[in-house]
């Protein structure tokens, strides 16, 4: 397993009756795995998996293992706030198509450092794959350290961290420190161009969804330091990346992949559909940088 590069937390696409749409689906793994995509992630937070049941959750996985074909690493994302319960939960997945499992801190508990190194050491134990820790604290309401990471990377199946919390110093903390083969990826797709260049493994991407193709040239411009490059090609797409968290994700990147075709901009309650402010906009900055590209 090689989780390098570009990841790209996918959308679920939803028709309007909020059914999940296969058929967009299909389009969106194909259009990633043609695009420059190096690794998907499905049931993140951008596929609005709190309200997706279990067993959609279960059909989008299935789906997804069979349209991939094994053509790209799959992480599968399994988190909870109840340690027991999603020890038990994890155990329960097939395995088969799936090469890692993405955990999130937990949410809404609020625990100390040590309750989150439990939390994760149970489930590490209890998965048939590896994890990667998610450090987002803008969701959970507390931040897993740099302290709390590392202490996690000496865990035999715990693989790497994807790192949301916005600090860099933080990141630059686990970078230096980590052991090897423990892999960091930015959360963030604002702050992946920099974290990259630090030495991360990469990016798990919300962006990449609309542009797989422009996302996977700024990391592997950053990646083999070509900085210069790198900055040019984020700040053209600096823009996009702004507004499509302006009224919540998926929103946004809902709104941009209905303009390129792919699907429609329906979300799940208590999301709502992007207004026509936001529409304007995206349009705006996606027509801006189509002129940019060329």
């Known amino acids: 397993m090689k989780l390098q590069g570009l990841g790209v937390a996918m959308i679920t696409p939803f028709h309007a009756d909020g059914k999940v749409d296969f058929p967009a689906v299909q389009r969106m793994v194909e259009h990633l795995a043609t695009g420059g995509c190096d690794f998907l992630v499905v049931l993140g937070t951008t596929a609005e998996t709190p309200t997706l049941r279990p067993e959609e959750q279960r059909r989008v996985?299935?789906?997804?293992?069979?349209?991939?074909a094994k053509r790209m690493p799959l992480v599968v994302g399994v988190s909870g706030n109840n340690?027991?319960?999603?020890?038990?939960?994890?155990?329960?997945?097939?395995?088969?198509?799936?090469?890692?499992?993405?955990?999130?801190?937990?949410?809404?508990n609020k625990p100390s450092q040590l309750g989150i190194v439990k939390h994760f050491t149970a489930v590490a134990d209890a998965a048939p794959k590896p994890i990667v820790l998610y450090n987002v604290p803008g969701r959970t309401a507390s931040n897993m350290t740099a302290a709390t990471t590392l202490e996690l990377a000496q865990h035999d199946n715990v693989c790497g961290v994807k790192e949301a919390s916005?600090?860099?110093?933080?990141?630059?903390?686990i970078l230096a420190q980590r052991p090897e083969?423990?892999?960091?990826?930015?959360?963030?797709?604002?702050?992946?161009?920099?974290?990259?260049?630090?030495?991360?493994?990469?990016?798990?991407?919300v962006m990449g969804n609309a542009y797989p193709a422009e996302m996977s040239?700024?990391?592997?411009?950053?990646?083999?330091?070509?900085?210069?490059?790198?900055?040019?090609?984020?700040?053209?797409l600096s823009p996009i990346m702004d507004l499509l968290f302006a009224e919540g994700n998926p929103?946004?990147?809902k709104v941009a992949l209905k303009h390129l075709g792919m699907c429609e901009a329906h979300v799940r309650m208590p999301l709502v559909e992007g207004s026509k402010d936001l529409t304007d906009k995206l349009y705006k900055a996606i027509a801006d940088l189509q002129v940019t590209s060329r």
């Open 217 to 236: 040239r700024m990391i592997q411009q950053a990646a083999f330091g070509q900085i210069q490059e790198a900055q040019q090609t984020h700040q053209a």
């Open 166 to 173: 916005g600090d860099l110093g933080q990141i630059g903390m």
């Open 61 to 68: 996985v299935d789906f997804v293992v069979e349209v991939n």
């Open 181 to 205: 083969g423990f892999a960091v990826w930015s959360g963030d797709d604002a702050l992946a161009m920099p974290t990259v260049a630090m030495g991360a493994e990469g990016v798990i991407s």
């Open 83 to 108: 340690t027991l319960e999603l020890c038990d939960r994890i155990r329960t997945w097939d395995r088969e198509g799936i090469d890692a499992f993405l955990v999130a801190s937990p949410a809404y």
């Open 251 to 253: 929103v946004g990147v």
